[in-house]
């Protein structure tokens, strides 16, 4: 169904592996339903005991989603919808949530640059993820960088990291590496770089019964080789910071600490949409109290609201289209952000009934 999804069945394993190097495996509609329709075909066939998701360049597993698409599609009617736009985001969380609840092994080799919407394909649920960072790992959740919110489950996973932490992600869209991948709980193993090709070896020879404890066999000591998570050294400053009610709150907390973490994280802020990180406080505090069905529905709510308002479509045009990196936001000053403004991306954008992804439990 796509020429950037490699596909096939090998000694009892399903191979999905992405294959669009120049744009980082960033998803297209045609990436999402080619790795839908394989997980489906692979759910309930006896053949296939474990699933491996890996990327065909060590650049990247998957950079997001398909941003020039999300611009292109937003402009092409009046409110910044269009029906190929809105049947991506009805898919791809579909797909998360496919993943999220896979009943076999689904294991994601997350090496180079896995952000947004890789991410949702990386993070399988509990029972059967294996999550695999190397010293090239990049992870973020950097939505809020061109006027987005952190979706793809990000609600969810995001809102259940260690203390105030996801928050921190979620507002800053900074980069982070494998020592927080595994103190963020959003990886199981590490596997040092130059291991890779013996782990790949592995993986291609063992039969998908007993991928999973092969693999955590190539699994290191992170301490010995990528340091320690700069995240949970500084949880505390992040806590006291990230933990305060609003993102005015935060951001003058922010003013008054001269550590360099703490001015990173303003740094990052200050080049944010100001609308869009409010939402994002608000969208991670409801995440918290709602299961992953919950969270996708309302991020697919939130960002029917979020195209309707157009912030991501200048945030897209100023990072990816013209490059100029001055988005005009809208508004462009926190203080003029208003609770209303906020409460209006989480008003329903269909009656229960009708919601697209209604069916997911």
């Not at 999300?70 to 409110?79: I, K, L, N, S, Y």
């Not at 782990?199 to 063992?206: E, G, K, R, V």
């Not at 949970?232 to 003058?252: C, E």
Request: net charge negative; hydrophobic share 45%; charged share 20%.
């Amino acid at each position: 169904m796509s020429e950037h999804v490699l596909i096939r069945v090998e000694n009892g394993t399903g191979f999905i592996t992405l294959d669009r190097p120049r744009a980082l495996n960033s998803l297209s509609l045609d990436m999402v339903r080619a790795m839908t329709a394989a997980l489906l075909q692979w759910r309930g066939d006896a053949g296939v005991a474990a699933v491996v998701v890996r990327s065909t360049s060590e650049k990247a597993l998957c950079a997001g989603g398909d941003i020039r698409f999300f611009h292109d599609a937003g402009r092409a009617t009046p409110q910044g919808g269009s029906a190929l736009l809105e049947d991506f985001f009805t898919e791809e969380y579909a797909l998360n949530h496919l993943i999220h609840f896979y009943p076999k092994p689904y294991i994601a080799l997350m090496d180079g640059v896995v952000m947004g919407g890789g991410m949702g394909v990386a993070q399988g649920g509990p029972d059967c993820a294996v999550r695999v960072v190397t010293s090239r790992t990049k992870m973020a959740m950097p939505e809020v960088n061109i006027g987005l919110f952190p979706d793809v489950g990000g609600s969810h996973f995001l809102s259940r990291a260690p203390g105030h932490l996801g928050i921190y992600l979620g507002l800053t869209g900074l980069t982070v590496g494998a020592a927080d991948a595994l103190y963020l709980n959003l990886a199981d193993h590490f596997v040092p770089d130059g291991e890779l090709p013996a782990l790949s070896d592995l993986i291609d020879s063992t039969s998908g019964g007993g991928l999973r404890e092969a693999i955590a066999t190539f699994a290191r000591p992170l301490r010995d080789s990528a340091g320690a998570s700069a995240l949970q050294a500084n949880r505390a400053l992040v806590d006291r910071h990230f933990g305060l009610p609003t993102v005015a709150a935060i951001m003058d907390s922010l003013r008054g600490d001269d550590d360099p973490f703490a001015r990173a994280a303003l740094a990052a802020m200050a080049q944010r949409s100001p609308l869009m990180m409010c939402v994002t406080l608000e969208l991670l505090r409801r995440g918290a109290a709602l299961d992953v069905a919950g969270c996708l529905r309302m991020e697919r709510s939130v960002v029917r609201r979020t195209f309707e308002h157009g912030e991501v479509l200048e945030g897209v045009r100023a990072l990816v289209i013209d490059k100029d990196n001055a988005p005009r936001w809208n508004p462009p000053a926190l203080g003029d952000v208003t609770e209303a403004m906020v409460a209006r991306f989480f008003e329903p954008a269909w009656p229960d009934h009708a919601h697209p992804l209604r069916h997911l439990d």
